[in-house]
């Protein structure tokens, strides 16, 4: 059966996650429910990450199957089209070899967060990102951030509810920079745990208040225990901006 790549972008704002549920709407559903309209199929979307509800993404990719070839652009355009007005849009589509998985051939997962830290409210950015309005200190929290690169156990930055067999993950890249009143946290790993990305954004925020310090970050990295976590940050702020294969 022939294979495409799918590379999606999507506000998360109106969605309860990626997934599909039999109550709330999700990105899954929407996909699912437009390439129905399109192909006549109950096709099956299968992502790379389960993204929460309110996390958006640029670079989202996901794999399907059809029982018939179709152009590449068609798949796009066709089903961007029976996806309105939902915020969901195909960027890019193109067929690819059976074994290609979307979620299992991954070999890296990048993520940006965006902290506005300015005393005015969000206008054009609400939903969009963080807003803190206390003055926060990008560099000590990106000095405090390479305490946590590397293979650790991340339980404390794992969440009550998440399912993967160990919480051991290799974090690859966690850089905090300031761009004017925009603070973002990149991030990268080939998988990570259940909000471990925005369990360490909301600890780094402590850090850049000066709540904490680098050694108060890694002593509740090497506590192991999610009471020693910080807050968590909202999810408005998260975006999955790319999938290495």
């Known amino acids: 059966m022939p294979r495409y790549k799918l590379t999606i972008e999507y506000d ?12 709330h709407l999700s990105v ?38 059809t ?8 798949i ?22 059976d074994d290609f998985d979307a979620r299992h051939s991954a070999v890296k997962r990048h993520y940006l967060y965006r902290i506005i830290n300015r005393r005015a409210p ?6 969009r990102a963080w807003l803190v309005k206390r003055r926060l200190d990008a560099q000590a929290m990106d000095t405090a951030a390479k305490r946590l690169l590397g293979k650790h156990d991340f ?12 919480a051991l993950r290799t974090l690859d ?6 761009v004017g009143d925009e603070i973002h946290i990149r991030c990268s790993a080939r998988s990570f745990l259940h909000r471990q990305v925005r369990s360490m ?19 509740a990295l090497e506590a192991k225990d999610r009471r020693r976590c910080g807050m968590v940050a909202p999810a408005d702020g998260l975006y999955l901006v790319q999938v290495d294969y």
């Open 155 to 166: 339980s404390t930055f794992r969440d009550s509810e998440c399912q993967a067999e160990s």
């Open 76 to 97: 796009r355009d066709a089903v961007n089209a029976h996806m309105r007005p939902h915020p969901v849009a195909i960027v890019r589509a193109e067929e690819v070899g």
């Open 12 to 23: 998360g704002t109106p969605f309860a996650g990626w997934q599909r549920q039999e109550v």
């Open 67 to 74: 029982s018939r070839v179709w152009r590449s652009d068609t």
């Open 28 to 65: 899954q559903q929407v996909l699912e429910d437009a390439l129905f309209g399109v192909t006549g199929e109950r096709l099956i979307v299968r992502g790379a990450g389960r993204t929460d509800s309110g996390v958006h993404a640029t670079g989202q990719v996901a794999h399907i199957e």
């Open 201 to 219: 954004v909301g600890s780094l925020e402590y850090v850049g208040a000066g709540k904490w310090t680098a050694d108060d970050l890694q002593a």
């Open 122 to 127: 969000l206008t054009l950015e609400a939903g």
């Open 173 to 178: 890249q966690l850089d905090v920079t300031r």
